[in-house]
């Protein structure tokens, strides 16, 4: 089976421009995370849906939005590029539960200019 | 409110000599504890991971973690490191507080470094 599939890899934005990050899940897996990993640290979380139905939120502000479709996958919408927005931007999966082990993607390396 | 302490944040072992990752974790309630890998420009890889079961947990690569409640630690081991084991390694919990997200919370990261 395929594994978490991030797309694009890599973008170049400009400051103050839009983006929209796409995520697709783990077959059967209907839960999606959204997390952010800037050089040199350790992912932190902005996202969790289930069911399309937005679960939890980390501390991000307001111009970091992101949905779930009917299949399960998910886009992560940034708006008002900050040149501190550059980072990694992981997407995770799993089943449903809480309790299960989240399955990562590869990632998409944005880079704001 | 639940957090991983990874206590080095560079380690370096000559191949085939024994690794140990050190992670200390603070929760209010039974914690969940992982630990993954992050080789250069790839996603996360999950090594292993605790959920209340046997305190000595196996993972892939010959890699292992204890959990120690008395510590609050869960230490990542192997025997003996390869060169393929370097990389950046996360000590994670997951939030099982009240919201019950299940969010992943990741510590600051340790690189190990594998010399030949």
């Known amino acids: 089976d395929a594994g978490v599939t991030q797309s694009p890899t890599h973008l170049i934005k400009t400051r103050g421009q839009q983006v929209t990050l796409r995520c697709s899940p783990i077959?059967?897996?209907?839960?999606v995370s959204w997390y952010q990993q800037v050089l040199g640290q350790g992912p932190q979380f902005i996202f969790q849906y289930y069911e399309k139905e937005e679960r939890g939120r980390g501390n991000f502000p307001d111009r970091f939005s992101a949905r779930q479709f009917p299949n399960y996958s998910s886009e992560l919408n940034v708006n008002a590029l900050l040149l501190g927005d550059s980072a990694l931007y992981l997407c995770?999966?799993?089943?449903?539960?809480?309790?299960?082990?989240?399955?990562f993607g590869p990632g998409t390396r944005l880079t704001v200019l | 409110a639940q957090s991983v302490t990874q206590l080095d944040s560079h380690v370096s072992v000559s191949e085939g000599t024994p690794v140990l990752l050190r992670c200390n974790y603070s929760s209010s309630y039974s914690p969940s504890l992982f630990w993954y890998v992050q080789h250069p420009n790839k996603g996360l890889q999950l090594l292993l991971k605790?959920?209340?079961?046997?305190?000595l947990v196996k993972g892939i690569n010959g890699f292992e973690a204890e959990f120690k409640k008395s510590e609050t630690s869960f230490h990542l081991t192997k025997p003996s490191a390869h060169m393929s084991d370097a990389a950046e390694y996360f000590c994670?919990?997951?939030?099982?507080?009240?919201?019950?997200?299940?969010?992943?919370?990741f510590g600051q990261g340790t690189t190990l470094q594998v010399k030949p």
């Open positions: 994670v919990v997951s939030d099982r507080g009240s919201s019950n997200t299940g969010k992943l919370i």
């Open positions: 077959s059967g897996h209907k839960s």
């Open positions: 605790y959920t209340s079961a046997a305190t």
């Open positions: 995770a999966s799993r089943t449903g539960t809480s309790t299960d082990t989240q399955y």
